[in-house]
């Protein structure tokens, strides 16, 4: 019955913990969005303005987009390093146990349900993780390609009025 409820008690503080986290992320997020929201606003007028380059503008939706990952990713990242000290937690326990403990085989039982539960949800986070990191490489892709075509065809006008 103790076990029952430590069970349950570690399965209320990881549902915790984890929303706990999902609200910093959002916190974080949205300050974070609104900074940047305003700079890239300020951005796009100077360009409209002819003040500076329109690269800037690409630059500045990179940063965007940079910056909503990288949210995303760090939350991830404290998820991944809960469920590591969770992992962690599991082997201590199951190593603080004789093995000559009638409870042993049994808690080894769990505790390898346990590991593999937890392996299976830090496999999850490592492929979110790739998958925020791939968008961002290829946004800052899309952006240079966009910058170089943007200067190929600025070369390219700057030769034909000269040649007239």
Do not use: C
Not at 21 to 28: E, P
Not at 129 to 153: C, F, H, N, P, Y
Request: charged share 25%; proline share 2%; net charge neutral.
């Amino acid at each position: 019955m103790a076990r029952g409820t430590l069970d349950d008690w570690n399965n209320f503080m990881s549902s915790t913990w984890s929303q706990i986290i999902d609200a910093q992320m959002m916190s974080d997020y949205q300050s974070r969005m609104g900074e940047i929201k305003q700079e890239v606003d300020r951005i796009i007028a100077l360009a409209r303005a002819g003040a500076i380059a329109p690269e800037f503008v690409l630059i500045a939706l990179a940063k965007v987009n940079a910056t909503k990952n990288g949210v995303l990713f760090s939350g991830l990242g404290k998820k991944a390093f809960h469920v590591n000290e969770t992992l962690s937690k599991i082997g201590s326990d199951l190593h603080a146990l004789s093995p000559s403990d009638p409870r042993y085989a049994a808690e080894m039982q769990m505790a390898q349900a346990k590991t593999r539960e937890g392996a299976f949800q830090m496999q999850l986070l490592q492929t979110d993780m790739q998958k925020i990191m791939q968008d961002v490489a290829s946004v800052m892709d899309q952006v240079k390609g966009m910058m170089d075509e943007m200067l190929r065809t600025r070369r390219e006008i700057i030769t034909k009025v000269a040649a007239q």
